[in-house]
T-cell receptor
């Protein structure tokens, strides 16, 4: 079955450490996205990529970085510059038929 | 501020009743709208979508209504079941490009037995 996989499901990191969240899709979608969700809130766009080797900042890109070296993969790095990194992170991909979301990674920084 | 929002953070309904969840948007250029269902700890699950050239679309037990005059979107769930309990988000895609969705804050639908 085609789908989008995020790993790990839960991630704990110490404050000041960078951490990379994985997102892989086998849907052959050109576009991929990273969203952040805080409790009781909607999703907010961090970064997106419409094609390999290209990506754009979303609404809340500060403190995050991404790469898109392969069509299937869009890893997100949460850097030490991100002031409040604890959140639920969702990856998505899309084509003309619509969007597909992963099951999310819950990052907790202690 | 947010482009898309929902009127109520929580909606409580009796099992078997119909539910109506509302959403207001402010961007007239938005041409594609989606309703998602999100259960605790999971990613959003697609429910139904509608394009701006339509005012109504029906799925299985769900109907989405779009009123472009007042920039209002609603999701109707018929004969609500316990499994419908979740947070429901509306989202908009401005201009049809692959530049991401803008989400509202969500309505938590609670089903009472």
């Amino acid at each position: 079955d085609g789908g989008i996989t995020q790993s790990p499901k839960y991630l704990f990191r110490k404050e000041g450490q960078n951490v990379t969240l994985s997102c892989e899709q086998n849907l052959n979608h050109d576009a991929m996205y990273w969203y952040r969700q805080d409790p009781g809130q909607g999703l907010r766009l961090i970064y997106y990529s419409q094609i390999v080797n290209d990506f754009q900042k979303g609404d809340i890109a500060e403190g995050y970085s991404v790469s898109r070296e392969k069509k299937e993969s869009f890893p997100l790095t949460v850097t030490s510059a991100q002031k409040n990194p604890t959140a639920f992170y969702l990856c998505a991909s899309s084509n003309i038929d619509g969007y597909t979301f992963g099951s999310g990674t819950r990052l907790t920084v202690v | 501020g947010e482009s898309v929002g929902l009127h109520l953070p929580t909606l409580s309904v009796q099992e078997g009743d119909n539910s109506i969840i509302n959403c207001a948007y402010s961007n007239s250029a938005s041409d594609y709208f989606i309703w998602y269902k999100q259960e605790s700890g999971k990613g959003p699950q697609f429910i139904i979508d509608i394009r701006s050239n339509m005012d109504k679309r029906q799925g299985q037990r769900v109907t989405v209504l779009l009123n472009k005059t007042v920039k209002h979107l609603s999701l109707q769930i018929a004969a609500t079941q316990p499994g419908d309990s979740a947070v429901y988000f509306c989202a908009e895609n401005k201009g049809g490009g692959a530049d991401g969705l803008t989400f509202g804050k969500g309505t938590h639908l609670i089903i009472q037995p």
